[in-house]
């Protein structure tokens, strides 16, 4: 896969209010990208605890915390915040935007193992 073909065009530059998550299919799950003082951040859509989606979030900073149970995870990097020295991240994805078009690569970076995790 070259790497042009890594990012697929998820919504157009304007479609996400500063401070908000939106979500959106890319090969065949759902991402959420949120736009924060400017910079775009994309991450798994889906609270690996229990499946909420985390773009309904409220975003606070750099931090989502999931509308059902108040988990944080870092928009950055998916990292769990509730309990960072797990190392325990969901999965976050390169964004770009190319002329108004909002871009995210669908090369996730490997998620560690959410084995840890309480439930
Ligand atoms: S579903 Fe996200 S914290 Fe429970």
């Known amino acids: 896969m070259s790497e042009s073909l890594d990012f697929q065009t998820v919504a157009k530059v304007g479609s996400i209010p500063e401070g908000e998550g939106r979500a959106f299919p890319v090969n065949g799950q759902l991402i959420a990208v949120f736009l924060r003082d400017g910079a775009y951040f994309a991450i798994n859509d889906a609270c690996p605890h229990m499946g909420a989606s985390l773009s309904a979030g409220y975003l606070d900073g750099t931090e989502v915390i999931c509308p059902w149970h108040a988990w944080r995870f870092c928009v950055t990097d998916g990292l769990w915040l509730d309990n960072p020295k797990s190392k325990v991240r969901t999965e976050s994805?390169?964004?770009?935007?190319?002329?108004?078009?909002?871009?995210?690569?669908?090369?996730a970076k490997p998620p560690a193992s959410l084995d840890a995790m309480p439930t």
Do not use: A, G, T
Not at 93 to 107: G, H, K, P, W, Y
């Open 93 to 107: 994805f390169e964004v770009r935007i190319v002329d108004d078009e909002i871009q995210v690569s669908l090369r």
